[in-house]
C-alpha cells in the first residue's frame, strides 16, 4: 500500500509561482509513474501532469504547457509540480497519483489507470 502525501499548496496571486510535493512511502517509488490532477469546486477531476518512472516522458494538459513542470526524485520518493505563471483557473485541489508499471517510459493522463492518490492540496491563485 502505497500512501501519498501532497504539500506546497497556498493561497498566491496571479502570475506567481509555486511548488507542489508528493511524498510517497510504503513502496517502492521508482515503480511507479506519477501522475498531477486538479479539481475545481463542481467540477470533475482533471489530469495536469504526468511522468514515467524513469523521468524520461512526460505528458501536459494543454493548459497547463509551458507553465508547469511536473519532476521527480526517485531518491527522496517525492515528485514535484512547479507552477509558473498562475491563473486563477488554475484554482484546485491538486492531487498526486502513482501507478505501478512494468514500462520504464509509461504514463498516462487516464485518472482511471492510476492505483493510489493522495488527499489533496488546494492551491487558490487570487486575480
Known amino acids: 500500500q502505497v500512501q501519498l502525501v501532497e504539500s506546497g499548496g497556498g493561497l498566491v496571486q496571479a502570475g506567481d509561482s509555486l511548488r507542489l510535493s508528493c511524498a510517497a512511502s510504503?513502496?517502492?517509488?521508482?515503480?511507479?509513474?506519477m501522475g498531477w490532477f486538479r479539481q475545481s469546486p463542481g467540477k470533475e477531476r482533471k489530469f495536469a501532469a504526468a511522468?514515467?518512472?524513469?523521468?524520461?516522458?512526460?505528458v501536459y494538459a494543454d493548459s497547463v504547457k509551458g507553465r508547469f513542470t511536473i519532476s521527480r526524485d526517485n531518491a527522496k520518493n517525492t515528485v514535484y509540480l512547479q507552477m509558473n505563471n498562475l491563473k486563477p483557473e488554475d484554482t484546485a485541489v491538486y492531487y498526486c497519483?502513482?501507478?505501478?508499471?512494468?514500462?520504464?517510459?509509461?504514463?498516462?493522463?487516464?485518472?482511471?489507470?492510476?492505483?493510489?492518490w493522495g488527499q489533496g492540496i488546494q492551491v487558490t491563485v487570487a486575480s
Open positions: 497519483a502513482a501507478l505501478k508499471t512494468a514500462g520504464l517510459e509509461y504514463c498516462t493522463l487516464d485518472a482511471n489507470e492510476y492505483d493510489y
Open positions: 510504503g513502496g517502492t517509488f521508482s515503480s511507479y509513474a
Open positions: 511522468i514515467s518512472k524513469s523521468a524520461g516522458n512526460t
